[in-house]
């Protein structure tokens, strides 16, 4: 996806033509990181603070309408305003209206993202389709703990970024590492376009196995990338070769 940096409406009319092409009988969609907006880096937060909205204003209500007309679950992160504090806010849109959210753990002080944003402290986690989803944002994947997969509690983890194209390398190898790890299915998803401060972003997107093989198929549709996930063959995997098992046992400070 190309961000237009600050401009909802372009960002909501480019997913909607998106979910017009995308196939059928697609269970998902993964948005990039602040897909709405793109990733605020070194602005004032009083600025930020003119792009964000509650759990319950006209972006998430756009969500909820588009997952239930096309069947399907949306998810991303936007800016959210809860209580007077800024969140880099993950969400996940089920067709049926039920929605999950959980704030960005790890802000990236290289951009000032911390002056800006408050912590969360809970990773997102939902079960839908019969498959336990636990989802991270971006700088988020420099942190194996957080994205630990303890006693396969998930069985695919969303990552989504404003990753830019300068460091693009550590993003792609740390999502072939993270499912190696974890023994569990890794989406990626990446913008693309430019930010005010003249980053460019190449949309670094890919889905990989629970061997660490990437599985991307690229739609005829410009921009859509798609991968189908086996439950069976992740059961059969994690059976034949159990590492998960020898797994270090801790626990995360909140």
């Known amino acids: 996806m190309e961000i237009a940096w600050d401009d909802k409406e372009t960002n909501f009319r480019n997913l909607e033509a998106a979910l017009e092409k995308a196939h059928p009988e697609t269970d998902l969609m993964i948005l990039p990181e602040t897909f709405s907006t793109g990733f605020p880096a070194g602005c004032d937060k009083e600025y930020v603070r003119t792009l964000a909205e509650r759990n319950t204003q006209e972006s998430i209500d756009r969500l ?66 019969g498959w336990n989803i636990a989802m991270i944002v971006c700088y988020d994947i420099r942190f194996p703990a957080w994205c630990r997969n303890r006693e396969n509690e ?37 913008c693309c376009g430019t930010d005010p401060k003249g980053f460019k972003y190449d949309g670094s997107s890919m889905a990989i196995d629970f061997k660490g093989k990437e599985i991307t198929v690229k739609g005829q549709e ?23 098992r020898d797994a270090d046992k801790f626990f995360i400070e909140k």
């Open 222 to 244: 410009n921009g859509l990338l798609y991968a189908s996930l086996s439950m069976d063959k992740l059961t059969a995997f994690r059976e034949k070769f159990p590492a998960w």
């Open 154 to 190: 998930y069985d695919l983890l969303i990552a989504v970024a404003n990753w830019p194209e300068v460091r693009v390398d550590a993003w792609n190898k740390l999502l072939f590492a993270r499912a190696i790890e974890n023994e569990a299915y890794v989406c990626g998803v990446d």
């Open 64 to 129: 909820k309408e588009l997952a239930k007309r096309f069947n399907v679950a949306i998810a991303g992160t936007f800016i959210a305003n809860s209580g007077g504090s800024l969140y880099n806010r993950a969400f996940f849109i089920e067709p049926s209206g039920d929605e999950t959210f959980a704030d960005k753990r790890h802000l990236f002080t290289m951009a000032g993202e911390d002056k800006v944003f408050s912590a969360g402290h809970d990773r997102l986690a939902v079960r839908y389709r």
